[in-house]
């Protein structure tokens, strides 16, 4: 089939509210003025689409949305900014998701979700099996999001990625209804690059060394194990047992820390496309996760291609 896209991103599409900044103590305070309540893009997919698209590529997603306001917000944000959106269904009888986010002083954040909402219903028959192929990289966003996205049904869209010379990247959440890593081992050998933090790593694999924590999803066939590590960086490792530990840009003040996986996913990815080498591809991550933290919401720091370089220039610089 012919590549008509870089990359389709399939995963969740819906609505952040970050509210910055709150104290943790917020509910023994009867009133809690903020200096802005806005709607921004939100959802692992939507946010790794809008970044690499913003960084220069063709990219497509594929998720499920209500037929309403929230939903057409999302239409909206994906024609400004470029990004095929003939795979996201829009449904009847669904709430598209709304997330709320908790931000406090230092960044740090904890979300007020929808149980019922467009994030919680996608399933498999959302997915147009055919058009996987349209693109050279296929990105699950994070395993767990969506939890109808089980195991089988990610088997069956990896599957559909390889049998067409795909790369495969995925990331992760924490289990959202108790998963191990036994029920996602299948899915996982499918994947070329993946991009866990290191506490959701720790967290599926009951190791804390990070050589350990890497292993053991090796041994579940992953080519290339990407593990965020925050203020750290990065830390890789390979198929072929190459290890590498990628510094975090220095001097950043973090203002909020939603989405900042996901750029790190995005600026890895673009990096992948444009065939750097894997240190470079970690080093592109990590300066496109450090320009996301330095504004509130997921999509709103990384603007244009740029903006990037210039970090990137500075972030050498450091070295």
Known sequence: MEKKLDVICVGAAIVDI??????????DIESCPLEQISMTIGGDAINEATVMSRLGHKIGLMSMVGKDAVGNFIIEHCEKNGIDYSGVKMKEGIDTSINVGLVTHDGERTFVTNRNGSLWKMTIDDVDLDRIPEAKILSLASIFNNPLLDCAALVKIFKAAKENGMIICADMIKARLGETLDDIREALSYVDYFFPNYDEACMMTGKTELEDVADVFMDCGISHVVIKTGKRGCYIKSQDGSVLEVPAVKGITAIDTIGAGDNFASGF????????????CAEFANVTASISVQSIGATTGVRNRQQVEERLKEYYAQQ
Do not use: H, Y
Request: hydrophobic share 40%.
């Open 18 to 27: 970050p509210l910055q900044p709150v104290s943790r103590d917020i509910f």
């Open 269 to 280: 990815i673009t990096a992948v496309l444009e065939g750097k080498s894997l240190k470079e």
